[in-house]
């Protein structure tokens, strides 16, 4: 855990985790940072996480003594989020300091109370509710519901304009350094918006919406600093991570950037010649291309791929009278996660009846899809030189479709 100073009595806590699959399923090539918050006025409050403590209740003092915080005034544990990335320590802060106050949403005391339990004095607020920490701190409160859980709020800190945002607004990656977004190289920028990709689209595709509404009322406070649950904080430029979300958010409803994923999967090589085609062909073009096979590659780095392409083609046999598994599972997982308005092309191969395109149509019925598919192109066995033409041709009407879309774009 490192501590470092965000502002005049504010303090964040950071911990890099790395080696484990986010909420049990998300691969994070790069590990994530969960950052928490103390903010002192003449109380103070600690805001989400603490991750990196051990428990051991000298740790904790020698934490708070780093911090200049006085433990008589740790008055407030403000939980924005009740997830256990940011609330597994609760247990140990309310043994140590039982007459501490929890502040929270409505949402979160019915769910701190199914997750941990009957833990004391809990005070559940509302937008623009206050708390004040005297010497001219005020915490005031604004819900976000649904980013990333039902019983998600913001925490807005007036002394400083720092909005403390839990998940919204986070991204994956380990934090080097204090984790400030104005000591970031340019390649460093770049790396943390490919892990702000990842992250949204595995853990906040399915809430788009949501995280619309959140901006707009997000929006209306003087910001100076975005300080999230999950990895850099943003004082140089705020603006920067709110308007990467909001642009992730409408990737999720809208064709999103002028790229091409390709998503394959072949048991004996037959869909592979296919594949091999469609890499010549898109490779021609200048659309920036992903090429990701299945189950060899996870679905979360599929999905990062998925929610900035918009050209998605799929390539995959059929198997046992269905789809290839593997395709049919992320394709599923995509489905759930609601990515609509791509442009979308299929192909592969099957050997007597066929079954994945099937598939395809149920997935898509499943999860009311919306994608403009062109005609797919299946082959028996080995495709055959024509059939290898028409899917070179499909891939070049998908691109020149996209290109159009674009220029459309830059024209308005
Ligand atoms: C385990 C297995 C199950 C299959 N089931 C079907 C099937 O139900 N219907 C069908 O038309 N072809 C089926 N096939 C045939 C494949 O679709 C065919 O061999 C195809 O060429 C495989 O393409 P690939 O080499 O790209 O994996 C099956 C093949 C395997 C290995
Ligand atoms: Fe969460
Ligand atoms: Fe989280």
Known sequence: MSISKTADGIYKLTTNMEGIL??????????????????????????????????????FFKMLDEME???????????????????????EIKALKPDVEIICTKAAENLLKAFYGEIGRIRTVRDDDVVDLGGGRRLIFYCIPNVHWPDAMVTFDEQSGALFTCDAFGSFGLVEGEGYDEALSPDKRV??????????????????PFVKRAIEKCEKLPIKIIAPGHGIVWRKDPEKIIEDYRQ???????????EVVLIWGSMYGMTQLAVKRIIETVEKSNVVFKVHQ????????????????????????????????????????????????????????YGWSGGAERELEAICDRHQINWQFLPSVEFKGKPSEEELDIIEKSVIKMIKEIDRLFTEKTID
């Open 22 to 59: 986010f909420e049990g399923i998300w691969e994070m090539p790069h590990g994530v940072a969960l950052n928490s918050y103390v903010v002192r006025g003449e109380k103070t409050a600690i805001i989400d996480g603490f991750c990196g403590w051990d428990g051991v209740p000298e740790t």
């Open 248 to 258: 992730y958010a409408s990737y999720a409803s809208t064709p999103a950037r002028r």
């Open 191 to 208: 790396f943390y918006e490919r892990e702000a990709v990842r992250y949204y689209a595995n853990i906040i595709a399915t809430f788009s």
């Open 294 to 349: 299945v189950p060899e590659t996870s679905w979360g780095t599929v999905l990062a791929s998925v929610l900035t392409a918009t050209g998605v083609i799929l390539a995959m046999p059929t198997y046992e009278n269905k789809m290839f598994p593997p395709m049919a599972a992320v394709l599923d997982e995509i489905g759930k996660k609601k990515i609509q308005d791509r442009i979308a092309f299929r192909t592969g191969s």
């Open 69 to 91: 915080v006085d433990f008589e005034k740790l008055d407030y544990v403000i939980i924005n989020h009740i997830e256990p990335d940011h609330s597994g320590w609760i247990d």
